[in-house]
């Protein structure tokens, strides 16, 4: 079965029962039991749902793996995942790693004991001299959130299986319609499903996808005890968003290499980061591993005014939080998705005060490049 067919016929369609097209909305917490325990595959909507599993089996079916589980946010899937481990595990992350999962590690998960190392994954060898006799996985971003860093998920994932590690990879920006980390080693691949899977600004989700029965059962046991469960309307919404996700990301990226081209030859830019480009640090491993480079592109323009100027001017672009949607969306990242980032941490990561990032939607490209000129020049 072919990607965008995949997309539509993939995990359980329609409604033997009825004949309804698309998988219902079941919204019900509790199911009749005809003795105890003896039910029809649910019990109790925390544990499992309809809707929610037909969206589970889909992603699965997606990203080629054993188990999926669909998550009330990206965030509470990505703690789900890190939940799995004990007190005193260490785990290495991607430096440049979204604002929220630098967070959720260093202010909530570490109350745990959770360690935590964040290195340069682009360059294997941080990975390998961050190892210690506690290391229990590999957690890789790629490309990352907001310079677009690129990590040999293939290698990376061999590394951490000579040391006995789990490989998690965060997928959001590439969704499996461009890359599926499973087929490249990788143990464990989520989303946050808010972004191109829902692709439309109206549901909050995270996804997770799990290459292993002993993984899938741990997962579950995690999900079904601490409760963070998408509802069956989102679930619902989610798969009525993925099912164009081929269409939309093909479009995204054809108005992507448009901006792109524009914004390297535009005076006012300093530096564009983008894997498209083949000066990009690593593009031969982007082109490698994945069959697109997606929608996100991140400029700098030099400073904090710059920026500020810059979003006063687009009218097509809006100003927001999130990524991945049909409109166009801009934001400053140093001061929206990565504030929680101290600083001093974003000023060594490169991160800076003028750095500009866009999530290029399904308008018509001459008028989004219309807009950034006017923009910019102005």
């Given at each position: 079965?072919?990607?965008?067919?995949?997309?539509?016929?993939?995990?359980?369609?329609?409604?033997?029962?009825?004949?309804?097209?698309?998988?219902?909305?079941?919204?019900?917490?509790?199911?009749?039991?005809?003795?105890?325990?003896?039910?029809?595959?649910?019990?109790?909507?925390?544990?499992?749902?309809?809707?929610?599993?037909?969206?589970?089996?889909?992603?699965?079916?997606?990203?080629?793996?054993?188990?999926?589980?669909?998550?009330?946010?990206?965030?509470?899937?990505?703690?789900a995942v890190i939940m799995m481990f004990d007190s005193?595990?260490?785990?290495?992350?991607?430096?440049?790693?979204?604002?929220?999962?630098?967070?959720?590690?260093?202010?909530?998960?570490?109350?745990?004991?959770?360690?935590?190392?964040?290195?340069?994954?682009?360059?294997?060898?941080?990975?390998?001299?961050?190892?210690?006799?506690?290391?229990?996985?590999?957690?890789?971003?790629?490309?990352?959130?907001?310079?677009?860093?690129?990590?040999?998920?293939?290698?990376?994932?061999?590394?951490?299986?000579?040391?006995?590690?789990?490989?998690?990879?965060?997928?959001?920006?590439?969704?499996?319609?461009?890359?599926?980390?499973?087929?490249?080693?990788?143990?464990?691949?989520?989303?946050?499903?808010?972004?191109?899977?829902?692709?439309?600004?109206?549901?909050?989700?995270?996804?997770?996808?799990?290459?292993?029965?002993?993984?899938?059962?741990?997962?579950?046991?995690?999900?079904?005890?601490?409760?963070?469960?998408?509802?069956?309307?989102?679930?619902?919404?989610?798969?009525?968003?993925?099912?164009?996700?081929?269409?939309?990301?093909?479009?995204?990226?054809?108005?992507?290499?448009?901006?792109?081209?524009?914004?390297?030859?535009?005076?006012?830019?300093?530096?564009?980061?983008?894997?498209?480009?083949?000066?990009?640090?690593?593009?031969?491993?982007?082109?490698?591993?994945a069959q697109g480079f997606g929608g996100m592109v991140?400029?700098?323009?030099?400073?904090?005014?710059?920026?500020?100027?810059?979003?006063?001017?687009?009218?097509?672009?809006?100003?927001?939080?999130?990524?991945?949607?049909?409109?166009?969306?801009?934001?400053?990242?140093?001061?929206?998705?990565?504030?929680?980032?101290?600083?001093?941490?974003?000023?060594?990561?490169?991160?800076?005060?003028?750095?500009?990032?866009?999530?290029?939607?399904?308008?018509?490209?001459?008028?989004?490049?219309?807009?950034?000129?006017?923009?910019?020049?102005?």
């Amino acid at each position: 079965m072919r990607r965008k067919t995949k997309l539509i016929h993939g995990g359980i369609v329609g409604d033997p029962a009825t004949g309804a097209v698309s998988v219902p909305i079941y919204q019900v917490s509790t199911y009749k039991q005809d003795g105890v325990g003896n039910h029809k595959g649910f019990e109790y909507s925390r544990t499992g749902n309809p809707t929610r599993h037909a969206l589970e089996e889909l992603i699965k079916d997606l990203e080629g793996g054993k188990a999926g589980f669909a998550f009330g946010s990206g965030m509470a899937a990505i703690t789900a995942v890190i939940m799995m481990f004990d007190s005193g595990d260490h785990v290495i992350l991607t430096d440049d790693v979204y604002g929220g999962t630098y967070r959720v590690i260093t202010k909530v998960l570490n109350r745990f004991g959770i360690e935590a190392t964040f290195v340069d994954s682009s360059d294997l060898k941080n990975i390998k001299e961050a190892i210690k006799s506690n290391t229990k996985a590999v957690y890789i971003e790629t490309p990352t959130n907001p310079l677009l860093k690129i990590t040999d998920i293939e290698a990376a994932a061999n590394l951490a299986k000579e040391n006995g590690l789990l490989t998690i990879v965060d997928n959001t920006f590439s969704t499996p319609y461009w890359q599926t980390p499973i087929e490249l080693g990788a143990d464990i691949v989520l989303h946050s499903a808010t972004k191109y899977l829902g692709g439309h600004s109206d549901v909050v989700a995270g996804l997770v996808v799990v290459n292993s029965d002993q993984l899938a059962e741990d997962l579950h046991f995690v999900q079904n005890s601490t409760g963070g469960v998408l509802g069956p309307q989102d679930s619902w919404l989610l798969m009525r968003g993925i099912k164009t996700l081929g269409i939309r990301m093909e479009e995204t990226e054809r108005n992507t290499k448009a901006i792109v081209e524009f914004l390297l030859g535009h005076p006012a830019v300093r530096n564009v980061y983008y894997p498209g480009i083949e000066t990009h640090p690593n593009h031969d491993i982007a082109k490698k591993q994945a069959q697109g480079f997606g929608g996100m592109v991140s400029f700098d323009v030099g400073s904090e005014k710059n920026a500020d100027q810059l979003l006063e001017g687009v009218k097509y672009f809006t100003l927001a939080e999130s990524l991945g949607a049909v409109e166009s969306l801009i934001s400053v990242p140093a001061r929206m998705t990565h504030a929680s980032i101290p600083k001093e941490r974003r000023d060594e990561l490169g991160i800076t005060d003028g750095l500009v990032r866009i999530s290029v939607g399904l308008e018509d490209a001459e008028d989004l490049i219309e807009d950034l000129k006017q923009a910019l020049d102005n």
